[in-house]
T-cell receptor
Framework: DAGVTQTPRHEVAEKGQTIILKCEPV?????LFWYRQTKIQGLELLSY????????DGGAFKDRFKAEMLNSSFSTLKIQPTEPKDSAVYLC???????????FGSGTRLTVL | GEKVEQHESTLSVREGDSAVINCTYT??????FPWYKQEAGKSLHFVID?????DRKQSQRLIVLLDKKAKRFSLHITATQPEDSAIYFC????????????FGKGTKLSVKS
């Protein structure tokens, strides 16, 4: 089985641009998570979907971050407009169930200039 | 919400020695405690977990101990090898769900041969 696939691996954006990150979860997994990873804050949950329904939208990340899951095998994370403080690694993870092991993708490293 | 503290930000051991990484948590409702490993330039992958109905779990050279009274759990890596070098993240979840998983900030383990 393929693991979690994230594209692109790297993204460079100018301040104010819109960027869309993509994620394909492990086939058959019902839960999908978006995290942001920085050295200072560590891993922060952005969004959580269960069977394509948005269950958690990350509180503080609501205003410029929007995750969608149009079908069970594809999710996007849109950041609009980007700011330099959004520079981080964005990780997508999936699991078969709420209490099952998380499988992480390789991440997208975003740099906002 | 839950707060997870990882006490060692870096740890250096000699090959063959044991390494111990300690974490504490704040929410008495936490019942699921996974550990993830991130090798240089790669994403996170699951290594071992423990649930609150036991206080010890072992998988090959990895041992996890849980002290619910002290709200503390630890990862012990015995007979360390150079390939154990990585960043290790502990996490805790109230209610045992990934949706509520809070991660520590990571411990960078270096195993010197």
């Amino acid at each position: 089985d393929a693991g979690v696939t994230q594209t692109p691996r790297h993204e460079v954006a100018e301040k104010g641009q819109t960027i869309i990150l993509k994620c394909e979860p492990v086939s058959g997994h019902n839960d999908l998570f978006w995290y942001r990873q920085t050295k200072i804050q560590g891993l922060e949950l952005l969004s959580y979907f269960r069977s394509k329904s948005l269950m958690e939208d990350g509180g503080a990340f609501k205003d410029r971050f929007k995750a969608e899951m149009l079908n069970s095998s594809f999710s996007t994370l849109k950041i609009q407009p980007t700011e330099p403080k959004d520079s981080a690694v964005y990780l997508c993870a999936s699991s078969q169930g709420a209490a099952e092991t998380l499988y992480f993708g390789s991440g997208t490293r975003l740099t906002v200039l | 919400g839950e707060k997870v503290e990882q006490h060692e930000s870096t740890l250096s051991v000699r090959e063959g020695d044991s390494a111990v990484i300690n974490c504490t948590y704040t929410d008495t409702a936490s019942s699921y405690f996974p550990w993830y490993k991130q090798e240089a330039g790669k994403s996170l992958h699951f290594v071992i977990d423990i649930r609150s109905n036991v206080d010890r779990k072992q998988s090959q050279r990895l041992i996890v101990l849980l002290d619910k009274k002290a709200k503390r759990f630890s990862l012990h890596i015995t007979a360390t090898q150079p390939e154990d070098s990585a960043i290790y993240f502990c996490a805790a979840s109230p209610g045992g769900s990934n949706a509520k998983l809070t991660f520590g900030k990571g411990t960078k383990l270096s195993v010197k041969s």
